[in-house]
């Protein structure tokens, strides 16, 4: 019972256990935070707006993402990792969400910011049902910890539309 | 005790996740600095729609599954099937490229679950855990 063996299986058992509880309490402290971010993005030009030779429309836009979301970070966050996506509905599909832009924020003091951006990401729809398409831009925001529970949640942006005709 | 503590921790997992791969290793460097190597993710499947920003493993048929970001997702009115699109964080382009059998868009079905937790490092452990024929 006293052999070097159980000795070591009994001492690696009782660190990786209260190594588990210590990452478990370390996430339940996140649940402390109340975060109150803000964000504004205005779109400010329309580069262009074309119909693929696939067939599909694409949008080309530029906007100016403006916010503050330093009250999302707490002592165990690794970093976050935020994205704008548009939100719209088409006769097809009840949603669309396709992603515009994204980065990640490695800590508290880049996390007030202001970028002025064309999308990273092509705007394509599955269709041709943009022209004139009203839609919302949303903010989404992904908290990674260094160890445990992932939070995310967006804000909701509304009142954006696309130009009637092709340019 | 290290075993079968483990094991018991494992099958409970798979219990409460409704998943059977609660839990999975991160294998490449695709989603730095968010997940590195050796990092184990905590999955959860339920019926919740998939929406862009989840973090989600898939597997279309390859060797290993993929943990990427959904980026896009388009979902049908009537069937509420729908097609998605994922990217690694750290990689440059999304994974049309990827996706086999020259499919365009991913579908709910290859997703194995959205990963809500993660431990880094502990990973190892874990492939140390499969390799032993106990399950």
């Known amino acids: ?167 | 005790m290290v075993i079968s503590s483990a094991l018991i921790i494992w099958k409970g997992l798979i219990y409460i996740t409704g998943s059977e791969s609660p839990v999975v290793v991160v294998l490449s460097g695709s989603m730095e600095p968010g997940f590195k190597r050796g990092d184990i993710l905590f999955l959860n499947m339920n019926k919740d729609p998939i929406r862009a920003g989840q973090i989600v493993v898939f597997n279309d048929g390859r060797d290993v599954p993929i943990v990427h970001r959904v980026i896009e997702v388009h979902e049908q009115r009537d069937s509420k099937e729908a097609d998605i699109l994922t990217k690694g964080d750290a990689n440059p382009h999304d994974d049309r490229m990827l996706y086999t059998s020259s499919n365009r868009w991913l579908q709910r079905k290859y997703i194995m679950g959205r990963a809500v937790g993660f431990l880094p490092y502990v990973g190892w452990l874990t492939i140390i855990m499969t390799d032993k024929p106990i399950i």
Not at chain 1, 1 to 12: A, E, T, V
Not at chain 1, 82 to 91: D, G, N, S
Request: hydrophobic share 40%; net charge positive.
């Open chain 1, 1 to 167: 019972m006293h052999s070097f063996g159980y000795r070591l299986n009994g001492l690696l058992t009782f660190a990786v256990t209260i190594l588990a509880l210590m990452c478990a309490i370390t996430s339940l402290s996140d649940n402390f935070n109340t975060p109150s971010p803000s964000a504004e993005i205005k779109i400010m030009n329309i580069n262009w707006f074309q119909k693929q030779p696939q067939g599909h429309d694409e949008v080309s836009l530029t906007m100016n993402v403006s916010a503050d979301l330093q009250s999302l970070f707490t002592w165990n966050t690794k970093q976050v990792f935020i994205f704008v996506a548009a939100e719209y509905e088409t006769r097809k599909n009840s949603l669309n969400q396709v992603s515009l832009w994204d980065a990640i924020i490695p800590a508290k003091e880049h996390a007030k910011f202001w970028i002025h951006t064309s999308n990273k990401y092509r705007f394509v729809d599955q269709g041709n049902n943009l022209r004139g398409k009203k839609f919302n831009l949303t903010l989404h925001w992904h908290v990674m910890p260094k160890t445990g529970k992932m939070f995310a949640d967006k804000i909701v942006l509304t009142g954006y539309s696309l130009p009637e005709e092709y340019r």
